[in-house]
């Protein structure tokens, strides 16, 4: 999820494009933009960049290892057909 930094530049940018009289509210709008952002961001599915960066290497993974399945069932497909040749 999005660390604390983050959540206070987003609060920044939300409070900067509000009115001026919005923003005058102070630390409640402060506190109201930030529990809102954090409620919200929590509903999300999100992961952390670990967590993705580990999903990716195990889709690779995965990947590679259904590529080789993929040769070794061709070369299987392959032998009963040289085999049968064989016998004709």
């Not at 206070?8 to 409640?28: A, S």
């Not at 960049?49 to 290892?65: A, G, M, S």
């Amino acid at each position: 999820m999005l660390d604390a930094k983050k959540i206070e530049q987003v609060v920044r940018q939300i409070k900067d494009t509000l009115p001026q009289g919005i923003r005058d509210l102070g630390e409640d709008l402060d506190k109201k933009l930030r529990a809102t952002l954090q409620s919200q961001l929590g509903k999300l599915d999100l992961v952390s960049r670990e967590e993705f960066d580990i999903q990716t290497q195990v889709l690779l993974r995965t990947r590679e290892k259904m590529i080789e399945m993929e040769k070794r069932i061709e070369q299987l497909e392959k032998k009963p057909l040289a085999n049968e040749n064989k016998n004709e």
